[in-house]
């Protein structure tokens, strides 16, 4: 619901709704909005740390870099409808004055830094600047995949990508 509606849009009646509960069960774990949207960033951290655990049982730094980029791929049908949803939702609490803006860039601080380990697996000086640079494409590449509700610009750049990974490897 946050990622379709935007936090200001969302109520905990929305919540309460979506999970076909009543909305006193929400209110009793939930006493404001605010705690709703830490614990969504909490629950996007741990998937994140699964998915990082999942890529990291793959062989070589080339191929976890390839298979991120291409569940980018697979999700391009939904960055299309409402783009990234960390990135859109770092985007809207960044215009809050609460604190959760660092909540959720703590959270892609820790991609970011994986990325970086993988690029300096591969033996890569400039494993920061490349980290970051694949960060900033995939972001960017949701904002027009959105905006253009487009999916297959998704995947041109997921194609690109993973061929920018193999030349550097």
């Known amino acids: 619901m946050l990622h379709e509606q935007g936090v200001e849009k969302t109520t905990l009646a929305d919540i309460a709704r979506a999970a076909d509960v009543p909305v006193g069960n929400v209110y ?3 006493k404001t909005k605010d ?28 191929e976890r870099l390839k298979a991120l980029v291409h569940g ?5 049908d ?15 609490l960044d215009k809050r004055d609460d604190g959760l803006d660092r909540a959720i860039a703590k959270v892609m601080g820790e ?11 591969m033996g890569r000086g400039d494993a920061r600047e490349l980290a970051v ?13 959105n905006t253009f509700r487009d999916p297959a610009l998704m995947e041109l750049e997921g194609r690109r990508l993973e061929r920018w990974i193999d030349s550097l490897a």
């Open 28 to 30: 009793y774990y939930f």
């Open 35 to 62: 705690q709703l949207v830490e614990a969504a960033i909490a629950a996007h951290g741990r998937q994140l740390e699964s998915m990082i655990d999942a890529l990291d049982r793959l062989p070589t730094p080339q």
């Open 72 to 76: 980018w791929i697979e999700q391009r």
């Open 78 to 92: 939904l960055a299309a409808k409402y783009g990234c949803p960390t990135g859109t939702l770092a985007s809207e």
């Open 111 to 121: 991609l970011v830094d994986w990325m970086e380990r993988q690029f300096s697996a």
């Open 133 to 145: 640079a694949l960060m900033a494409a995939y972001q960017g590449i949701s904002l027009l995949t």
